[in-house]
């Protein structure tokens, strides 16, 4: 991607018990809920959605199921606790005059109720999304899910994610051949947080405020200046008091009080569906940029993952050949946004023909790159391995089906949602075969700017 150029520097309260307005819960990107992508579940969490998923013929019979979650929904990190503090406090200092400014006097008088200490951890309704997941997919594939059925269960090392990896399992009950504690629960950053150990990306992307341009270049634009003066109008507070930073936190505050309480909180009247759309745009901007396709080692860096999917499923291709039992039937890790949105983009998906820019927020309208129905809070993806006992032997016997966030997934190679082994290996081969992370990972000896060497 070219570089960017001269980028800009980096009412009483009481909580309303009711469903927060359509005109928003669609535009929260990565903190939005599950239940945005998937919203038969509102009506009860345990159903498997209209309709059946093609599935393949009687003749075949699951081997592998392969799952890689986000964690489920989480407390704000302590820098937004923090930034929230900030804008609270300065409506807290204004002068008291509720008939002139209500929405401000009724966001100072809402209770500050977020500490730093909540820092990013799983809320109790994370642990209901990974259960309810659990007995989801248990449902669907019930021949996997089976008693005395081994699970694999890992997960990164943040407290959130090991304990929507114990939820998970405690949503399955006490039959599978794992204890139900959290020790339990395998810890591999390496696969779950590749990203932090991968040289290139570190310093290159996620540490260089260059890579970052877009999103700083978005932040001073005309769409979002416009949303900036419009919550100063409101909040009676002088334009030069808030930047884009203050208005997208209170923007999350009101995607933190659905998703956590599943309440609409005062912050959501500041905004309007419109407003909605520019703020889910910068979201998706910092996620195009340094998960998607802005850079190539975003992706390249997830190779380690898939590679490792496959050499799970390729194990149980071998096993079932010798006639063995599946020593992997179930294989459960839990990770992050950050974890799956490499991986999808390294496998083509959700690839518009134009990149995300600061400038062309209006013609990506319609864009595929929308992470909050990529990888809202509890996203899942699932590689499922069937064996098929076909009269023509000559006709492949393993098939794969993908589904990603309980939905099938349409493969490049074929445009349908199932697929045999060797054709969806073929298609990846290149990545299968010369991908290799330490390599990827390097960083250039060459004296070159960070942006030049993207």
Known sequence: MAPCGAAAPLLLLLLVLRPASAGLSGYFGTKSRYEEVNPHLVRDPLSLGPGAIESPPATCAPLQLRAVLRHGTRYPTAGQVRRLGELHARLLRRPSEPAACPAAAALAAWPMWYEESLDGRLAPQG???????????????????????????????????????????????????????????????????????????????????????????????????????????????????LNAD??????????????????????????????????EYLNDLKQYWKRG??????????????????????????????????????????????????????????????????SNFARQTHRKFRSGRIVPYAA????????????????????????????????????????????????????????HFKEECELPRVNVTAVDEL
């Not at 190779?303 to 999917?309: E, N, P, T």
């Not at 492949?396 to 966030?405: A, K, P």
Request: aromatic share 8%; proline share 4%; hydrophobic share 40%.
């Open 127 to 241: 642990r209901r999304d990974m259960e309810q997941l659990a007995r989801r997919l248990a449902a669907r594939f019930p021949a996997l899910f089976a008693a005395r059925r081994r699970l694999a269960l890992a997960s990164s090392s943040k407290h959130r994610c090991l304990q929507s990896g114990a939820a998970f399992r405690r949503g399955l009950g006490p039959d599978l051949s794992l204890g139900g504690d959290e020790v339990e629960v395998q810890v591999n950053d390496s696969l779950m947080r590749f990203f932090d150990h991968c040289a290139k990306f570190v310093a290159l992307v996620e540490e260089n405020d260059a890579a970052m341009c877009q999103v700083s270049a978005f932040k001073e634009g005309p769409e979002m200046k416009k949303v900036l003066e419009k919550v100063a109008s409101a909040l009676c507070l002088p334009v030069e008091e």
């Open 246 to 279: 203050l208005v997208q936190v209170a923007f999350l505050t009101c995607s933190y009080e659905l998703a956590i309480k599943n309440v609409t909180s005062p912050w959501c009247s500041l905004f309007t569906e419109e407003d909605a759309k520019v703020l």
């Open 293 to 358: 396709y802005g850079y190539d080692i975003n992706s390249r860096s997830s190779c380690i993952l898939f590679q490792d999917i496959f050499q799970h499923l390729d194990k149980a291709v071998e096993e079932s050949k010798s006639s063995k039992p599946i020593s992997s039937p179930l294989i459960v890790q839990v990770g992050h946004a950050e974890t799956l949105q490499p991986l999808l983009a390294l496998m083509g998906f959700f690839k518009d023909k134009e990149p995300l820019l600061a």
């Open 380 to 435: 899942n993806l699932v590689f499922v391995l069937y064996h098929c006992d076909h009269v023509n032997a000559s006709r492949e016997e393993y098939q794969v089906q993908m589904l990603l966030n309980e939905r099938p997934m349409s493969f490049h190679h074929s445009n349908e949602t199932i697929s045999t082994y060797a054709d969806l290996k073929d298609y990846y081969r290149d990545i299968l075969e010369n991908c």
